[in-house]
């Protein structure tokens, strides 16, 4: 969770006390770290979206991620096309090294 930080000698940030925003902050901490754990949050696409300019945009990882769900939802049925498609800004290279991991790293299962 993102703030901006109290001044030392500040006892108000907004409408909430240090104390308060302190205390918002390590729930939702935990709450996230909760949501990983229990597999409802997906960990590698949290890191995977970063904020540029205050608009969420996602990392190339990100990106080949939700390419590659994608994929295993369609049962692996796509042409390279389709996934490129998916992947806007992202060498095809880059997509294809990517997609080799995740196949070997199934396999190995």
Same mark, same amino acid.
């Given at each position: =969770?993102?703030?901006?930080?109290?001044?030392?000698?500040?006892?108000?940030?907004?409408?909430?006390?240090?104390?308060?925003?302190?205390? =918002?902050?390590?729930?939702?901490?935990?709450?996230?770290?909760?949501?990983?754990?229990?597999?409802?949050?997906?960990?590698?696409?949290?890191?995977?979206?970063?904020?540029?300019?205050?608009?969420?945009?996602?990392?190339?990882?990100?990106?080949?991620?939700?390419?590659?769900?994608?994929?295993?939802?369609?049962?692996?049925?796509?042409?390279?096309?389709?996934? =490129?498609?998916?992947?806007?800004?992202?060498?095809?290279?880059?997509?294809?090294?990517?997609?080799?991991?995740?196949?070997?790293?199934?396999?190995?299962?």
């Amino acid at each position: =969770m993102l703030f901006v930080p109290c001044l030392p000698g500040d006892e108000v940030c907004g409408d909430y006390t240090r104390e308060q925003l302190l205390e =918002m902050n390590d729930r939702f901490v935990a709450a996230v770290e909760a949501a990983f754990a229990a597999g409802l949050e997906s960990s590698s696409a949290a890191r995977a979206t970063v904020k540029v300019n205050g608009k969420q945009r996602l990392t190339e990882e990100g990106t080949i991620e939700l390419a590659w769900r994608w994929f295993a939802e369609a049962k692996f049925q796509a042409t390279a096309l389709e996934v =490129m498609a998916r992947c806007p800004g992202v060498s095809s290279e880059r997509v294809r090294v990517a997609f080799k991991e995740r196949f070997f790293s199934r396999v190995v299962r």
